[in-house]
């Protein structure tokens, strides 16, 4: 099609007069269908006592109980005794760890609020929530290239000579947006850097650890604790996951797993923070959960076809024309429009399809090439997905 | 009895090798067993769409359903517009202000950790959980006597002409742990109040705001926030409250009330720290709670007969020799030992009766006149609660 046509093709689904909005990660309502089973587990008639004596109805417990622990024990690999659960959000737990270092320092050290300047490094594309917390929180942020394999390891160590570099993002396994997973040589340089700021932290959030799409390949990623350990550099690495994207978005259990150091510097400080969280919330999902696997390739289920609809639209109307990603789990495809990602954004917005902003994927929402759109094709049913992916590839092809 | 003969009751109690914790105010088996019904209002057979036709398993919602504003609205007598809801813990609730306030300060005002003293008015004896929030965060605490009607509010006025106070505590309605409500005068001049510095905060924890024993009299409590509308003042005061002592003590929802000009800050910054409270919980607690009033007398027909128990005892045992408190209402009993309070809760220990420690209801765990002994009735069984009553009687004569 020359352009006229492309042009013409716009206007006949701009006349359809759609909005569809496909800027945000959340899960589909047949993905949500599939964890009724968790309203259930627990009722009236339920023993309320676990299995260390606790009644689950009271007050206590400040670090989580047993049965949930397991359950992220055995989805992070990472020992229960290592393992803070929280409330719904791991989000909230990385925003609290921040917060907390702002105001009382990492394990004794100098009160960040107290030092002129804080910086954290991004690899990019990431999670703009993340970006959000440290942004709120007047830490500048400084990017970090991702490669196929993780973020520019070589880059990251250089950073850490600076002592005025605290932290780094990771979402290390389907990274948010761009679906890679860090290979087992980043995870071991991961967990031997050795910064120059003692109170530096990596902040390893493993949203889609159990999150494959069993599409042909399922990542792997390597257990960073483990492997910190035997360099005794355990300190250095937070591991935050939750259940978020399993069961009910919203409704769920976070964690946050590390060294046993850091966890009693935390424990401490946690409890003039609350009495502790919802463990009736948590043995209903220690109970559901029991067959983890099973539950996460039903949801795989519903998620690959999402994943193949665009991906069969983009090979059918793309190919050779730009890249975007093939992700075996996670929640995104990253499509790259050098140049043009702004455009095509507000293209598709003016035809009724509602993408995320663009630079939402970068620190203070700059992408200086104007190439990531980021593409979320879960929460849509897949006719309404179909149609979005054709409205942003002819987009794309109009504005290149 | 004379000396010889209470020392030898005391070690007929001794030799029984009782195991008796009434340290904190922990709600009892009977009354988590009459929220048991929480759990089945919601299961997999539900509708899960609210009232504003949001799917509630899903994320989004920051500030909480309306469902559960409502209920919140009704417990404080606050516009649903007004209030948010949040996770399980109001005290969390408290915390993140502080920590806010400290990083970010007050509605654009400087951070309070950009300051060299903040210093807050604490209201004694008061809630220990309270004060180790301010202590946690290095603020300098001021105590407040209490009187029958509330704090010293001629103190009050006369402190919040220095800039450096940034705020108050307050258990407005049967006080932790006097049992006190506040009086209409002391709530005028608290809402009335014009401190010097425009980012003082009166924290008002409606703890109890619904927890009348029906022991002969129900405590009333002005609306502050009404009465601060009234003086144009209403920015002055966050109203926290929550279902902890309803339904499961940490598996409820808590919600703080403010002005409009407070939500929009408070709304703004939240939305970096989590994407949204658990929803079904809030709608689960809408639900079971929608007859609050019948719920409440179920679980005061439990704690009346133990708070009945303990003051049956200190009258028979104690009257004319010391004064304790005979609230309306709220978790606990207020006795007074001037000079002794350390060593007869030492000696309750030594027979097998913990009470929280002396000094626990004074900032700093500093009650500088040795009398304040804290009694939490409503989690022992009315048998053990007899017991623990007479030892705590015996200890004191012994004492004395």
Redesign the interface.
């Known amino acids: 099609m020359n352009k006229e046509e492309l042009l013409k093709e716009y206007q006949r689904y701009q006349s359809m007069n759609l909005n569809i909005n496909m800027s945000?990660g959340?899960?589909n309502?047949h993905q949500?269908d599939l964890?009724?089973?968790l309203?259930?587990v627990?009722?009236?008639s339920?023993s309320?006592i676990n299995e260390n004596g606790i009644?689950?109805?009271?007050?206590?417990e400040l670090t989580g109980i047993d049965e949930c622990k397991k359950l992220f024990s055995k989805m992070t690999g990472i020992n229960k005794e290592n393992i803070l659960i929280y409330?719904?959000?791991s989000?909230?737990i990385m925003?609290?760890f921040i917060?907390?270092s702002?105001?009382?320092g990492v394990n004794g050290n100098t009160?960040w609020?107290?030092l002129d300047k804080i910086k954290w490094l991004c690899p990019v594309p990431g999670y703009d929530?993340h970006f959000?917390?440290t942004e709120?929180?007047g830490i500048e942020m400084i990017n970090i290239p991702m490669n196929e394999d993780g973020p520019d390891m070589d880059l990251i160590e250089e950073y850490v000579k600076d002592p005025s570099v605290k932290g780094i993002w990771c979402v290390p396994i389907y990274s948010n947006p761009t679906g890679i997973t860090y290979s087992d040589e980043v995870v071991r340089r991961f967990a031997s850097l050795k910064p120059s700021a003692k109170d530096f932290r990596i902040y390893w959030d493993e949203a889609y650890i159990v999150h494959h799409l069993y599409n042909g390949h399922i990542d792997s990623l390597l257990n960073i604790f483990t492997e910190a350990k035997k360099e005794h550099n355990e300190d250095i690495v937070y591991v935050f996951s939750s259940t978020?994207k399993i069961t009910?978005?919203?409704?769920g259990v976070a964690s946050v797993a590390t060294s046993n150091n850091n966890i009693n510097f935390i424990k401490n400080?946690l409890?003039?923070?609350?009495?502790?969280?919802?463990?009736?919330?948590q043995l209903r999902h220690a109970y559901f959960l029991s067959d983890l696997e099973s539950h996460m390739k039903k949801i795989a289920d519903i998620l690959r076809k999402k994943f193949e609809v665009v991906d069969s639209v983009f090979n059918k109307e793309l190919s050779g024309i730009v890249n975007w990603s093939k992700p075996h789990g996670g929640y995104f495809i990253s499509l790259y429009v050098p140049g043009k990602a702004k455009e095509v954004i507000e293209r598709c917005k003016k035809c009724g399809v509602t993408l995320t902003d663009s630079g939402c994927a970068y620190p203070y929402h700059i992408d200086k090439d104007n190439s990531h759109i980021r593409i979320a094709p879960s929460y849509l049913e897949v006719d309404e997905l179909r149609l979005a992916s054709e409205i942003i590839a002819l987009s794309v092809k109009i504005e290149l």
């Open positions: 945000r959340k899960p309502k949500l964890s009724l089973g309203l259930d627990i009722n009236s339920s309320f009644d689950i109805r009271n007050y206590g409330g719904n959000s989000l909230n925003y609290d917060s907390r702002m105001t009382h009160p609020c107290k929530r959000a917390i709120y929180f978020s009910f978005a919203g409704s400080q409890k003039c923070q609350t009495l502790g969280y919802d463990k009736i919330n």
